[in-house]
């Protein structure tokens, strides 16, 4: 079985937020077998605080299945939709 892919570019404004995000969406992900294999972060300024940016991620999981079904969990639906994020995420599925 092939494995599945999300490439994801998430638009996040500030520090709060941030910590948030790492702190409810990475432990989901690992509970529906997601792994952050890369990461790449593009902060608005040189400031040691995070004061809004891009937050890029691929995330590998067992197959391209997983991959669908956490994208499609209502979890992560209302996350997104709760948080206002539509507008500011990206997610290619691959697998």
């Given at each position: 079985?092939?494995?599945?892919?999300?490439?994801?570019?998430?638009?996040?404004?500030?520090?709060?937020?941030f910590?948030?995000?790492?702190?409810?969406?990475?432990?989901?992900?690992?509970?529906?077998?997601?792994?952050?294999?890369?990461?790449?972060?593009?902060?608005?300024?040189?400031?040691?605080?995070?004061?809004?940016?891009?937050?890029?991620?691929?995330?590998?999981?067992?197959?391209?299945?997983?991959?669908?079904?956490?994208?499609?969990?209502?979890?992560?639906?209302?996350?997104?939709?709760?948080?206002g994020?539509?507008?500011?995420?990206?997610?290619?599925?691959?697998?």
């Amino acid at each position: 079985m092939s494995k599945g892919y999300w490439f994801k570019q998430a638009k996040i404004a500030n520090t709060a937020v941030f910590i948030e995000y790492v702190k409810t969406v990475v432990p989901w992900l690992r509970s529906v077998g997601g792994t952050i294999i890369a990461k790449d972060v593009n902060q608005n300024s040189d400031l040691n605080e995070w004061d809004g940016g891009q937050l890029g991620l691929v995330i590998e999981f067992d197959s391209g299945d997983a991959a669908q079904r956490a994208y499609e969990s209502k979890t992560f639906q209302e996350y997104i939709k709760v948080r206002g994020l539509e507008a500011d995420l990206s997610l290619s599925i691959i697998g």
